[in-house]
Every structure is written in structure tokens, then in C-alpha cells.
């Protein structure tokens, strides 16, 4: 049956689906199961039969599905089917909203504080307001979250005030406006080094804004500077501000560990990825021992469990902490990494990613064969390997391999295809897209240089890979072409 026939079942459906972990999708099942949120049994059975097919979701006949709802004699009816997927979709949608809400606890009992006030049930918000402060203060978290409840608090309680007696004179108001303030600090600081951070990913300015200047400066006089996240964020704001002094980095390091408690996975994952980037920042300006720091901060990652998005390890993260253990030639503990961890990730990536990053591993040791092999492993339908990078250094390491094992009808059909992606692939900065140009073009000439075909140029090989500029991969074409030197004589 082709991809694209229209008896196969497609949409936004399954693409939600494809994103729920076994776990999520039995709960899922038992949700729209109750009456007071479905009562439509058709609904349940299309879950039910399509959830044969998670994770991947692939080839499910809408004919077929449709006879084991209305029965096989039942002539079939599009219009039917899509009513039924659509109210499924819905349904998990609302799904979706409520695992969120149900992760939230103060989101829910800031419901039931309104609520209470609403019906005038004083005495019960009294004791609910009491319990979540209690809840909220006992909790080691001191993240931004916090600081926004504390100011609901205090708003939540000025109106519960005002509805009781608006002639009392009490604190309340100055509580809103105090709390207020705090939270509006640690947000500008927030928003403030997260739009530094933006700025050396996408080279985009960002004006941050009404009275930064002045907040920045009042801060530093403050009590609230010795607030842990606070100082956290100014720390990360240096680093990203004045990269070069070294001290920034080592300071917001040490402000860190003594203060991953304040803050949530996410917002750990957040500053570990500053923190990695200063890393890479210096590596890239020849400081090599950085390497061995950022891996080092992957490490932690891995220990803290903070190596997931969502219920899956991230490709991404793992593909990067392979490429900075074969930097460092930790060996041994990457192959053991790869081996102990891969089925972490989604399994539609899995083993894809497991390929290219034993491969990686393989050609690092000068096993050229087996990561060929690998590579040809790997399959992918869509126009895309994970994402761009990952699609980008798959195809690199493949036309480095075959250069390596001379497959050289492969070797340049691999490079006209990463040209014709690079050409086609719009999301590609023109930095970017010149950088990855400039490396098929030297290599091009380096095949030419190995077939003893030099080209007739000012420049010779080594004085181009040298001199342009920008390039990927100049260290790789520097060291084929010393191989060919010494080879040549």
C-alpha cells in the first residue's frame, strides 16, 4: 500500500499519540473510559484499535477500523470515521491539559481558593490559604514559579480581605505590591539572560526593555541580591555578557551546585545548557581542556536524570556527549554509555541514533568498515534524520567514512546529496549553508588531489582549506591532505 494512499489513517491524531509513553497511553484509555468525560463508546474502541500501533502509528487502514466499528456489511462512510477521530482528538487534548493541571498543585488549589471566595466560604479559604502558604514555603523549590504564587497569595488574600471588611486597615495591599515587585525582578532578570542566550544562538538583538539600567543597578544595593536565584541569574547574565573572564563561569558554576535544589529539572536543564555552551564558546577558540568540562557537566546531567525531554532521552544530548567522549578519548566509558542507555529514546529514533553514534564511535577508532556499515543501517522516511544537525552530521561522518574506505562512486553521490539538502533546506542560516558548501567543494579537490588530478589554482589545497572561510570540518580536510602529502612524498 503507498504512503500516501488515502486508506491510511494520518493527521494530528496520531501525531499527539506518537508522543505518549506506554504509561500515558494507559491512562489515557482509563480517562476517556469515564462517563463524566466520555460516554461515547465508539470513541473508546477507536483508541482502543489504534493503539495496536503505538509508538509508530504506521499503516492503519481506515477501512479496516472502520468494519470493526460498524461491523463489515456497513458501507463506509468517511464523514463517520472523521467525526470520531476528531472527538478522539479532543479528548486528548483535554487529556494533555489535565496531566498539566494535575502536576501543578498550586494551579489547583489556586482554583479552590477562588472558588471558596466566590461562595463566601471564609472560614474554608482560611484554612486553605493557611495549608498551601505551609505547602509553598515547605517545599525546597525557590524558583520562578515560587515567586509568582507568592505574589497570587498575596492578591488572592488582599480580595479575600476587601470581600470580608473593605474598612479595616491591614497589610494586605502592601503585601501585593511587595511581592509584586520581587517577582517582577526575577522575571526581568529571567527573560534577560534567556534573550542573551538567543542572541549568540540566532545573532539577533534584542532590546531588553524599560528601566533594565536601572533595575540591573538597584538590584546590587537590594536585599533581594542575596536572594539564591537571583544572584543565579546575575551570575548566568555575566557569563553571557563577558564570556572572557573566566571567573564568571567558574562563579556561576559554584553558585549552581550550591543551589540545583531552588529549581525544577527544566530550569536545571537550562542553566547546564549556559553552562555547556560557555564550554563549547571556549573550545572553539582553542581552549581544549573545556571539552573535558563540558562532558563533565553532561556527566552530571546523566547522574541527575536530566537527560530527557518529556519521558525520552534526547538525541541531541545523546549525540553530543558521544562527540565530546571520543574528543577526550574516554572509550571506555562512552562504549558502555552507548550500550547501557540507547533504548532510553523514543523508539522511533532509537535505533537510528544508536547507528550513527556506534559508528561515530567506530570511526573514531579507525574501524571504517563497521561504521559504513552502521551508516547504511540507518533508515529514514521522512525528509529529515531527528532534525538538521543530526541529518547534517550523519551525512558528514558518512562522506568522511567512504573517503576513508575509498568508496568513491558512494563518496560522491554522498556529497551531491548533502548539496541538493543544503539547496533545498530553507531553514539554513547562509553562514551555515557557505560553511557546509565550502567543505563539499575541498573535498571535491581533495578527491581529485588522491587521484593525482591537481587543479590549476593560485592556491594549492592546503592554502584553500586554510583560507576559507567559513568551513566545516577544516581540521579533517587539513589532516587527508597531510595523508596525502606524506603518501606522495
Known amino acids: 500500500m503507498k504512503k500516501n494512499s488515502p486508506d491510511i489513517l494520518k493527521g494530528k491524531l496520531l ?14 484509555e482509563s480517562y476517556i473510559m469515564a462517563p463524566f468525560i466520555n460516554t461515547n463508546k465508539k470513541i473508546i474502541q477507536v483508541l482502543q484499535y489504534i493503539k495496536a500501533y503505538h509508538p509508530s502509528y504506521k499503516e ?9 466499528l460498524f461491523g463489515a456489511t456497513t458501507p463506509y ?50 484554612q486553605q490559604f493557611d495549608s498551601t502558604q ?33 474598612r479595616s486597615s491591614d497589610d494586605s495591599l502592601q503585601k501585593i505590591m511587595d511581592q509584586l515587585d520581587r517577582y517582577y525582578v526575577v522575571e526581568k532578570l529571567h527573560y534577560h539572560w534567556l534573550a542573551l542566550n538567543r542572541q549568540r544562538v540566532v545573532q539577533q538583538e534584542y532590546n531588553q526593555g524599560f528601566f533594565w539600567a536601572e533595575i540591573n543597578q538597584l538590584i546590587q544595593v ?11 541569574y546575575r551570575q548566568m547574565i555575566d557569563v553571557l555578557e563577558e564570556p572572557e573572564k573566566e571567573e564568571h563561569f567558574i562563579g556561576l558554576r559554584k553558585v549552581f551546585e550550591h543551589n540545583k535544589d531552588i529549581l525544577t529539572a527544566d530550569e536545571q536543564q537550562q542553566v ?35 537527560l530527557h525531554v518529556g519521558s525520552y532521552i534526547s538525541p541531541q544530548h545523546f549525540k553530543n556527549i558521544v562527540f565530546l567522549a571520543l574528543q577526550v578519548d574516554d572509550l571506555d566509558w562512552v562504549g558502555k554509555f552507548l550500550e547501557n542507555n540507547w533504548k532510553g529514546m523514543h523508539p522511533n529514533h532509537a535505533n537510528n541514533v544508536y547507528a550513527y553514534n556506534k559508528a561515530a564511535l567506530y570511526f573514531h577508532q579507525e574501524k571504517f568498515d563497521e561504521a559504513a556499515d552502521l551508516l547504511r ?3 529514514f522516511s521522512d525528509f529529515e534524520f531527528i532534525d538538521f544537525y543530526y541529518h547534517i552530521d550523519y551525512k558528514i561522518l558518512l562522506i568522511k567514512t567512504y573517503y576513508n574506505t575509498n568508496e568513491e562512486s558512494p563518496l560522491i553521490a554522498a556529497l551531491e546529496a548533502l548539496r541538493i539538502y543544503l539547496m533545498r533546506h530553507k531553514g ?40 576559507t572561510e567559513p568551513l566545516f570540518q577544516r581540521h579533517w580536510l587539513l589532516d587527508k591532505y597531510n595523508e596525502l602529502a606524506v603518501s606522495n612524498g
Open 377 to 379: 543501517q540507518i533508515q
Open 60 to 68: 492503519i487502514n481506515k477501512l479496516k477500523l472502520y468494519k470493526k
Open 428 to 467: 539554513i542560516a547562509t553562514n551555515q549553508r557557505t560553511a557546509y558548501l565550502n567543505f563539499i567543494k575541498l573535498t571535491k579537490r581533495l578527491i581529485n588531489e588522491k587521484r593525482g588530478k591537481k587543479r590549476q589554482s593560485k592556491d594549492n589545497l592546503e592554502d584553500a582549506i586554510r583560507k
Open 272 to 306: 547546564y545548557a549556559v553552562l555547556i555552551n560557555y564550554c563549547r564558546w571556549q573550545s572553539s577558540r582553542g581552549e581544549s581542556k573545556y571539552m573535558l568540562v563540558a562532558l563533565d557537566l553532561y556527566k552530571k546531567m546523566f547522574e541527575g536524570g536530566l
Open 15 to 28: 501525531e499527539l499519540l506518537k508522543t505518549f509513553s506506554n504509561k500515558e497511553l494507559k491512562r489515557l
Open 77 to 126: 462512510q468517511d464523514s463517520r470515521l472523521r467525526v470520531l477521530i476528531s472527538s478522539l482528538s479532543r479528548l486528548v487534548e483535554q487529556f494533555m491539559a489535565y496531566q498539566k493541571y494535575e502536576q501543578d498543585p498550586y494551579r489547583k488549589q489556586s482554583f479552590l481558593l477562588d472558588s471558596l471566595i466566590d461562595r463566601h466560604l471564609f472560614k474554608y479559604y482560611d
Open 134 to 166: 505551609k505547602e509553598l514555603q515547605k517545599s525546597s523549590l525557590r524558583n520562578i514559579d515560587y515567586y509568582y504564587w507568592q505574589f497570587w497569595l498575596a492578591e488572592s488574600n488582599h480580595r479575600h480581605v476587601v470581600l470580608q471588611d473593605n
Open 222 to 232: 537590594s536585599p533581594l541580591a542575596d536572594e539564591a536565584l537571583i544572584r543565579l
